[in-house]
């Protein structure tokens, strides 16, 4: 199901009315999404039927492991890609556009409605639609991070010269790779402790696109539930999370989303529903 075959329900539109109401009565706002959004920008998931591995094979589990061992090797193999599905996830993200969700998200930031958003997706999709409070758990394709301190880099902004790499951080000689978080790598620590501050503070979250599976992230709703707040789950298909969920409003993000922020708006300027 995608925002152009999808129906809105009276029903659901009073749902997506009441999660406007949650919003505005809550503290602090955290968004989570996750592949599901992606899916709406044309992106396939990784697995499953016409999945991105199905279709191109997997990378390797220990991908991390081998760009320690031999990072200048990772290097050429990143700027000459030779395995179909490094060339396939590359074509795929380099076409890839945000869809009216992820606007959606933007136009809650500007309100002042969400604090902080955090995605498990890697496609830069969120960057691209001007979200600012992003936390990309899983960091992303189109920057590059250096694994001494933590700093992210355009990759204009970091010069690649073939006979010497990898190519080093200049502020302090650290290793750069690729800032996507690679099988077998840990989610780096300063965007780990800024997700869970985010999660700590949290009293409404709103959970997209993502069957909460994944950890860490598929612990944060469960997190936010233990402390008694609140979370809507916006996804087209049932997941772990739907029969905890405060409220789950069945459609897909570049649908809901935009009706949510009309809500809030309305309801901001006061009017009734
Ligand atoms: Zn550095």
Redesign the pocket.
């Known amino acids: 199901m995608d925002a152009a075959t999808f129906e809105l329900t009276p029903t659901l539109d009073a749902e997506i009315d009441r999660a406007a109401a949650l919003l505005l009565g809550a503290r602090s706002v955290v968004a989570l999404t996750g592949a599901g959004l992606s899916v709406e920008s044309g992106i396939p998931p990784f697995r499953g039927p016409g999945g991105l591995w199905t279709k191109y094979g997997e990378p390797p589990l220990d991908g991390y492991q081998r760009f320690l061992r031999d990072p200048a090797k990772a290097w050429r193999e990143r700027l000459h890609p030779t395995e179909s599905w490094a060339r396939g996830l590359t074509d795929t993200l380099g076409r890839a556009k945000p869809n009216p969700g992820h606007q959606a998200l933007v136009a809650l930031e500007e309100i002042g409605v969400l604090h902080a958003l955090i995605t498990q997706n890697v496609d830069d999709l969120h960057r691209q639609a001007g979200s600012k409070t992003l936390l990309e758990i899983h960091g992303n394709y189109a920057l590059l991070r ?1 694994l ?4 992210r880099f355009e990759p204009a902004a970091i010069p690649v010269d073939e006979d010497a790499l990898p190519p080093l ?1 200049s ?4 290793v750069i790779k690729g800032d996507t978080v690679q099988f077998g790598e840990p989610i780096p620590p300063d965007v780990l402790r800024d997700c869970y501050a985010a999660v700590e503070r949290c009293d409404c979250m709103l959970v997209i696109g993502t069957t909460a599976t994944v950890y860490p992230a598929a612990e944060f709703p469960f997190e936010v539930l233990r402390r008694r707040g609140q979370v809507i789950e916006v996804n087209p298909y049932e997941s772990e999370l739907t029969s905890a969920a405060t409220l789950s409003l069945a459609g897909p993000g570049g649908a809901v989303l935009p009706r949510l922020v009309h809500h809030v708006k309305r309801r901001n300027a006061g009017d009734r529903p």
Request: charge should be neutral; include cysteine; charged fraction near 0%.
């Open positions: 250096c001494g301190c933590h700093s951080c502020s302090c000689g650290g």
